[in-house]
C-alpha cells in the first residue's frame, strides 16, 4: 500500500474496485467521507451493488474476473482524450525507456512464449542500452518501441465498445467513470485506486494490480497526497505477516528465500543484488549483502560469521512450489508428511477444499493452534468420514485471541502500531509467541541429544525469557529493529555491542550487526521500552495538514507515510501539488520538509524510484511471469470466450499439478452461472471466532447464496429457500437470498447472470453451514499463486423440498 488510510481525504476521485470497503473496511469510510466534505468523488465497480455502492456517487457494474479490460479501457481512453501527466511521466517512469526491437505482442501472447513448458523467455522484453549497460531512452515520447508507444499499442484495442461487450456495462456508465477518473492526469488533482481480494483472487490477479498502477502512473498519481494504489487488507495484520515472510519464497523484509540453485551465499547474492550503471539510480536493493547478513546474524548469533558465510548453508532451500495450491498436492502425494497451522483453517478456506480435507488424512500428523477446534482440527471426524479409517495425529493448541495477548500489528497503511494485554485468555490458552517458544525449547532439547544435521536447531540465537516465565514481546521486537553485536562504525557513527540500530542505514555486512527485518529497523531504536516507537501516540500541531500524523505509531520504511514520495516534487524539489504536498526541498536550510523522503539526497542527485535499478516506475515491466503489460484473459472456469485474442485464459496459469488446469473446467452448457465468493461485516475470515459469537450469529445465522431477482423467478426461486449450487468440484446447500443487488451482463451477445456466496461456514462451531470453498477451483495465478476464487461457473437450483 504507497499511501494510508488518512491519506484517502486529500483525493479528488476514489475508486473502489475488487473491495466492499464501506462493509469490511468501515473506518477507511470515514477518511473517505472527508473527502467527499472536499468535493471528491466516489466510484464503486463491482459485480455486485454493494454497501460501498449504495455509499458511492456513482456505480458501475463490472464482470467478475474483466478488471484488466476495465482497467485497460481506461488508458485507452487517457491516450485518446490527451489525459496523460508527461512531465510525471517523463521524469519518474520508464515511459521514455526504449525496449529491445525483438519484443512483439499477438493475439494474446507475448514474445518468448514456449508453449511445451508454458513459460515466457524474458529477453525480448529487455531495455536497449548503451555501452555502459544504461537503458536508451527517447526524452520525447515518440519513438515507436519506447515504453510510452508499447502501452499505447497494447492498450489501442480496448475501444469503450468493446470493454463494455467484455466486462457487461452500459456505455454510458463506463464512459462516465473513464472521464471522471482520467481527469485527476492534472498536477494539483489526486485520484487513488483502492482494492482487495476481489482484485487479487484471480488467475490474472497480479496483473489485475500491476494494471491498476500503469494506470497510476499514466495519471502521475503515484508518491503524491491522495494518490497511490492501496490494498485494503483482509484481516488487520495481514500487512505484517507478509513483511515477516509468510510467504514460502521470501526471508523477512521481502529478502528472496534461497532455491536448490543458490549453493554459497556468493551465488544467492550474485543473483539477488540488481546493479545498475547509471550513477543516479539509488538501487536500493544492492543493500542486500547487509540485510542478509545482518538477518543470520540475528537467527544464528556468534556460530553465524563472516568466514563461514554467516551459516548460510544452514538454511532450507527450497526445490518445489510450495505455494497454498501445491502444498496440499505435496500432503496428497504424501511428500509432506507434518503439518502445523497457526490460525489457517484450509478445510473452510481452501479452494476445492472437499479435496484438501481427504488430503489431510495423508498426514501422519497435524498441530493446530487455535481460539476453537476447527473444521481443520476437526477432519478426522468431520461429517461422513469414519475415524477409524484415518491414522493422522492431530494435537490442538489452544490460543488467545488479539486483545489477549501483547505485541504489534501493521496496518493496511504499514503503520505497526503496539498493543498491550487488554485480558488475559480462558484457560490454558496461550499467545502464539509463548507456544513457539515452548515447541522450540521442546525441539531443541531432543536435538541436543542427538539427530541429523542438529546445528540449525541448536544454534539458534534465541533469548526472550521465556522457560519458566511468558517471552517477552519486546525482546523480540528489538531484535527485529537490529543490534550492534560488536563495536562498529557506521555512517560516521561509533556503536558499542549492544547499541539498537538507529535504522537500517546502519546495517554492515561484516557481521557487525544482526537485525531480524531490515524494514523494521528504526521501529525500536533504544533500549527501553518508551524507545519503541510503535507504542508512540503523539500529535502536535500540524500534523493533520495533510493528515501525516508522523508522531501516531511508526511506519515502515524509516516512518515513511507516503512511498515514492520523491515523484511528488519537480526537478527543483518544489510540489507538483503545493495545497497538498508531502515533501518539498527547503534550499535554505539544504533540508527536506515534510514526509520523511524517499531518500535524503537533495533534489535531481537520485532518480525518485528508489526500489528499483533503473530508478523509475515500470509501466512496463520484466518480472512477472506472464507478460510486461497487463492484458485480458477471461477466467479459467468462464461462459463466453476472450472478445480480444483467441488465448482465452491466462496461459501460465497453475493448477495443483503443476502446470496447466488439474482437471477440465466447467461447462457453460452444464453451469451457465457466473458464481463469486464474498465476506460480510458480521462474519471474519473462515469464521472459526464469529461463529462462535452468539451475538454475530444472530445477525447472520447461516450460509447462503445471493440470487439477482431476474434469475431467481426465471428458477422459481423464492427468498428463504433452500437451493442447490453445484460446480465441477462439488455441491452445497444454502439459503437463497434473493435480492435487487445483482442484475444481468450483456456479455458477447449473451445475458448472464451471477451469483454470490459467503464462505465463512463450516461443519464446527455454534453457527454451521456449507463452505462456499467446496466449489471453488484450486487454480492459481502464476505470479502469486493465489487461487481464483472469484470468478468460477455454476449451476443453481431449488432443493427438493423433504
Known amino acids: 500500500m504507497t499511501n494510508h488510510w488518512i491519506d484517502l481525504q486529500n483525493a479528488d476521485v476514489i475508486m473502489v474496485c475488487g473491495s466492499n470497503v464501506a462493509e469490511n473496511h468501515p473506518v477507511a469510510v470515514r477518511w473517505m467521507e472527508e473527502a467527499r466534505k472536499r468535493g471528491a468523488v466516489i466510484l464503486s465497480a463491482d459485480p455486485r451493488f454493494t454497501r460501498t455502492s449504495a455509499f458511492a456517487d456513482r456505480y458501475c457494474p463490472l464482470r467478475s474476473g474483466t478488471d484488466i479490460a476495465f482497467v485497460g479501457g481506461m488508458i485507452r481512453y487517457a491516450f485518446s482524450n490527451n489525459r496523460l501527466n508527461y512531465d510525471y511521466l517523463r521524469d519518474n517512469t520508464n515511459a521514455s525507456f526504449i525496449v529491445k526491437p525483438e519484443y512483439a505482442f499477438n493475439d494474446g501472447l507475448f514474445s518468448g512464449f514456449d508453449p511445451a513448458s508454458a513459460t515466457y523467455d524474458k529477453a525480448s522484453w529487455a531495455y536497449e542500452t548503451d555501452e555502459n549497460g544504461v537503458p536508451l531512452q527517447d526524452p520525447t515520447m515518440t519513438d515507436k518501441r519506447c515504453v510510452l508507444m508499447r502501452v499505447k499499442a497494447q492498450y489501442k484495442r480496448y475501444r469503450l465498445k468493446t470493454v463494455c461487450g467484455i466486462v457487461g456495462a452500459p456505455r454510458y456508465l463506463y464512459e462516465k467513470f473513464c472521464d471522471l477518473y482520467t481527469g485527476t492526469y492534472e498536477n494539483g488533482k489526486a485520484g487513488t485506486w483502492l482494492y482487495a481480494m476481489g482484485g487479487t483472487q484471480s488467475t490474472h490477479g497480479t496483473q489485475n494490480v500491476r494494471a491498476y498502477s500503469v494506470l497510476q502512473l499514466l495519471l502521475g498519481n503515484i508518491g503524491i497526497a491522495g494518490g497511490g494504489v492501496n490494498a485494503l487488507r483482509g484481516e488487520s495484520n495481514v500487512q505484517g505477516s507478509t513483511d515477516m515472510a509468510l510467504l514460502y519464497n521470501q526471508l523477512p523484509g521481502y529478502l528472496a528465500a534461497p532455491a536448490e540453485k543458490d549453493k554459497t551465499l556468493a551465488d544467492y547474492l550474485a543473483a539477488r543484488t540488481p546493479k545498475s550503471a547509471d550513477p543516479k539510480s539509488a538501487n536500493w536493493w ?19 560469521t563472516r568466514e563461514n558465510d554467516f551459516c548460510y548453508d544452514w538454511l ?59 473444521e481443520t482440527a476437526s477432519f478426522w471426524k468431520r461429517p461422513g468420514a469414519n475415524p477409524s479409517d484415518i491414522d493422522t495425529e492431530v494435537f490442538l493448541l489452544p490460543a488467545v485471541a488479539s486483545v489477549e495477548k501483547a505485541g504489534s500489528i501493521t496496518n493496511s497503511g504499514r503503520w505497526a502500531q503496539w498493543r498491550e494485554k487488554a485480558l488475559d485468555g480462558p484457560g490454558d490458552t496461550k499467545p502464539d509467541l509463548w507456544i513457539l517458544d515452548a515447541l522450540y525449547r521442546a525441539v531443541r532439547k531432543e536435538y541436543e541429544r542427538g539427530g541429523v544435521f542438529p546445528d540449525p536447531v541448536v544454534n539458534l540465537a534465541w533469548n526472550y525469557d521465556g522457560a519458566d516465565q511468558e517471552p517477552d514481546p519486546r525482546k523480540v521486537a528489538q531484535e527485529i529493529n537490529g543490534f550492534f553485536v560488536a ?10 555491542a549492544g547499541d539498537q540500530a538507529p535504522s537500517f542505514a546502519f546495517l554492515l555486512d561484516d557481521g557487525s550487526t544482526a537485525c531480524g527485518n531490515w524494514l523494521y529497523s528504526g521501529s525500536f531504536p533504544g533500549p527501553k521500552p518508551e524507545d519503541n516507537r510503535m507504542a508512540a501516540r503523539g500529535i502536535k500541531q500540524g500534523d493533520d495538514r495533510i493528515g501525516l500524523y508522523p508522531g501516531w505509531a511508526w511506519c515502515w520504511p524509516v516512518n515513511r507515510r507516503i512511498l515514492y514520495n520523491r515523484a511528488s516534487v519537480d526537478a527543483n524539489g518544489q510540489p507538483r501539488d503545493p495545497a497538498r504536498w508531502v515533501i518539498r526541498w527547503n534550499a535554505e536550510k539544504s533540508a527536506w520538509e515534510g514526509d520523511v523522503p524517499d531518500g535524503p539526497w537533495p533534489p535531481g542527485d537520485r532518480y525518485p524510484f528508489i526500489m528499483l535499478p533503473e530508478g523509475h516506475a515500470r509501466l512496463f515491466a520484466q518480472g512477472l511471469a506472464d507478460g510486461p503489460l497487463p492484458e485480458h484473459y477471461e477466467p479459467w472456469e468462464g461462459p463466453v470466450q476472450n472478445a480480444l485474442s483467441s488465448q482465452r485464459h491466462n496461459p501460465l496459469l497453475l493448477s495443483a499439478k503443476g502446470k496447466g488446469p488439474a482437471k477440465e473446467p466447467g461447462s457453460p452448457e452444464r453451469f451457465p452461472v457466473v458464481a463469486t465468493t464474498y465476506r460480510v461485516g458480521e462474519h471474519w475470515q473462515a469464521g472459526a471466532l464469529t461463529r462462535n459469537t452468539p451475538w454475530l450469529i444472530e445477525l447472520v445465522p447461516s450460509a447462503y447464496a445471493e440470487i439477482g431477482e431476474i434469475l431467481a423467478m426465471m428458477l422459481g426461486i423464492k427468498n428463504g429457500d433452500r437451493v442447490v449450487v453445484e460446480t465441477a468440484r462439488g455441491s452445497v446447500e444454502v439459503y437463497a437470498l434473493v435480492t435487487k443487488r445483482f442484475g444481468t451482463f450483456r456479455v458477447g451477445g449473451k445475458i448472464l447472470h451471477e451469483v454470490g456466496l459467503v464462505w465463512h461456514f463450516g461443519y464446527e462451531g455454534l453457527a454451521r453451514g456449507a463452505s462456499a470453498n467446496v466449489l471453488t477451483p484450486d487454480i492459481a495465478d502464476p505470479n502469486s499463486r493465489i487461487p481464483e476464487y472469484k470468478a468460477f461457473l455454476c449451476n443453481v437450483r431449488k432443493a427438493a423440498e423433504g
Open 286 to 304: 544492492q543493500n542486500t549483502p547487509k540485510y542478509v547478513a545482518s538477518l543470520l546474524k540475528a537467527w544464528y548469533g556468534p556460530a553465524a
Open 316 to 374: 532450507p532451500k527450497y526445490g518445489r512450489d510450495c505455494s497454498y495450491v501445491n502444498l496440499f498436492s505435496g500432503i496428497e502425494s504424501g511428500d509432506i508428511r507434518g503439518l502445523v497451522l497457526f490460525g489457517q483453517n484450509p478445510a473452510v478456506s481452501g479452494p476445492s477444499c472437499q479435496r484438501q480435507l481427504a488430503a489431510l488424512s495423508r498426514l501422519s500428523w497435524m498441530a493446530a493452534v487455535d481460539l476453537f477446534e476447527t
Open 487 to 496: 563495536e562498529a562504525t557506521a555512517n560516521n557513527r561509533s556503536f558499542m
